[in-house]
């Protein structure tokens, strides 16, 4: 999908650890409904999911005000003012051998695939951006609980109607779907 983004590079490594292991890449996992322990229990958890590299997280979603779907802030920030996700754990998912300027033309280049406008809530959502921007950054991938749920209801086109009804503020069997 990203090409030439595929192969590791590695340029002015500041000390021998980074030049061996690159930077680190992380992977923030927060809970979208406060009460998860019966869908954990099923391992059907509704999460979103951002990226941390070189001190920056970065987000995807949908906003009315915006083109940008991909989102950068400081390390943390997300943490620190009222989002309506509960924080549940930070996972370290490898190191990366790009500089931050090269993560920087990542994003620019993903940018066109992960608009605002094209977010879907079950077959184009947090996750799948997480995924794909980690695939590039270290060759890893994201756990599979963490989009077992959309994969699911993607599957059965019943379950996918309902998911985009309750998400877009329609009854669930609203005839216009």
Known sequence: MFGSYLCWKCSNPANEEEYLMGSPVRLKIYDVIKDMSLMDFFGLGVYHTTVEVFDKEYTFGASDDSFEGIKCYPA??????????????????????????????????????????????????????TQDFIKVLCNRNIPKYINRLASIVSSNSFFHKIARSIYDGRPPLDPNI
């Open 76 to 129: 943390g920030y997300l943490d620190s003012i009222d989002i309506p996700y509960t924080f549940r754990e930070t996972m370290l998912i490898g190191y990366t051998l790009y500089d931050e300027a090269q993560v920087d033309e990542i994003i620019r280049f993903m940018q066109r695939d992960y608009t605002s406008q094209s977010y879907d809530i079950i077959l184009h959502n947090c996750n799948h951006f």
